[in-house]
Nanobody, 125 residues
Framework: QLHLVESGGGLVQPGGSLRLSCAAPGSVLSDYAIGWFRQAPGKEREGIAFITRSGRTTDYEDSVKGRFTISRDNAKNVVWLQMNSLKPEDTGVYYC??????????????????WGHGTQVTVSS
């Protein structure tokens, strides 16, 4: 059973950067496509960044394009989300989620399982 663990969240000022990590201790993360999702207070969960199992293809939600970068190192069993030029509207709980074996972009949250427990990102001055 794949178990995902997010880390790297915190409080940052507008314009700052954070790097989130999604790890899978004891598992082979390279077998999974990965998505990063976030849920802001009072809003629905949204998918923001996606990467295929191989890492060859990525995709982003429009509001984060040019600011966020998803990447992975399958040898290290980790997926990162580098977040630059952060804005207050980026505040929320960030989750990574996995989809077994698919090597194409998957945007629907309903197709991901399992999910991590999330890490809080707060962008505020």
């Amino acid at each position: 059973q794949l178990h995902l663990v997010e880390s790297g969240g915190g409080l940052v000022q507008p314009g700052g950067s954070l790097r989130l990590s999604c790890a899978a201790p004891g598992s082979v993360l390279s077998d999974y496509a990965i998505g990063w999702f976030r849920q802001a207070p009072g809003k629905e969960r949204e998918g923001i960044a996606f990467i295929t199992r191989s890492g060859r293809t990525t995709d982003y939600e429009d509001s984060v394009k040019g600011r966020f970068t998803i990447s992975r190192d399958n040898a290290k069993n980790v997926v990162w989300l580098q977040m630059n030029s952060l804005k207050p509207e980026d505040t929320g709980v960030y989750y990574c989620a996995a989809r077994y074996w698919d090597d194409y972009i998957i945007r629907s949250a309903d197709l991901y399982d399992p999910w991590g427990h999330g890490t809080q990102v707060t962008v505020s001055s």
